[in-house]
């Protein structure tokens, strides 16, 4: 199994700022590589597919980066409706894996 | 609009079935695979099973095989979820989601299961 391994689990910012959010593969995933974004209570979003594609309707601060075993998701300037939680998946192969989230909070 | 309402949750007690269903609309429901994703209490995302367009390909993470069915019904736009022989660790909200290319573009509300005697 592939596993994904998620940094950082909890990361505090301020609006506007920038802030990456990194995925690490324990294979290489050949960017097979989705970000999603939960908040409380609701079901996930899907920011972006096969690493660096924006889903239609999210936001350009939102972007991905990465290949082989490192991925990143990064926002560019953070909004107040950023403050949420974010999950990585691998795709690449079943079974299929997500990393353990990072919980973006306000400074 | 793409809709996933599931439909089929509650408490049971370990060992004993339960059948999540998911209702599709708004897209050709037989176009897409489709799949059930879980989480935990306070935890994260784990993939559960997923489903070919046709029904014909399924395929499932360990710790559910032999126990839990994905299924499909086109003709009736529905995805399904048999869970059998329940364990206290299935205690989740699952909820049914879209494959379209790359997993997964849209989700449904989620329902909770919770199994404990």
């Known amino acids: 199994d592939i596993q994904m391994t998620q940094s950082p689990s909890f990361l ?3 609006v506007g700022d920038r802030v990456t959010i990194n995925c690490k593969a324990s294979q290489n995933i050949n960017k097979y590589l989705n970000w999603y974004q939960q908040k409380l209570g609701e079901a996930p979003k899907r920011l972006i597919y096969n690493t660096n594609n924006l889903q239609t309707g999210i936001p350009s601060r ?9 991925y990143t998701l990064t926002i560019s300037s953070l909004q107040p409706e950023d403050f949420a939680t974010y999950f990585c998946l691998q795709h690449n192969s079943f079974p299929l894996t997500f990393g353990s989230g990072t919980k973006l909070e306000i400074k | 609009e793409v809709q996933l309402v599931e439909s089929g949750g509650g408490l049971v007690q370990p ?6 269903s998911c ?3 708004g897209f050709t429901f037989s176009n897409y695979g489709m799949a059930w994703v879980c989480q935990a209490p306070t935890k994260g995302l784990e993939w559960v099973a997923s489903i070919s367009t046709g029904g ?4 499932y993470r360990d710790s559910v095989k032999g126990r839990f069915t994905i299924s499909r019904d086109n003709a009736k736009n529905t995805l399904y979820l048999q869970m059998d022989s329940l364990r206290s660790e299935d205690t989740a909200t699952y909820y049914c989601a879209r494959q379209a290319g790359a997993p997964f573009d849209y ?9 404990s005697s």
């Open chain 2, 56 to 59: 014909g390909n399924t395929y």
């Open chain 2, 107 to 115: 989700w449904g509300q989620g329902v909770m299961v919770t199994v």
């Open chain 2, 23 to 25: 209702a599709a609309s």
């Open chain 1, 62 to 70: 939102f972007s991905g980066s990465g290949s082989g075993t490192d």
């Open chain 1, 12 to 14: 505090s910012a301020s």
């Open chain 2, 15 to 20: 060992g004993r079935s339960l059948k999540l």
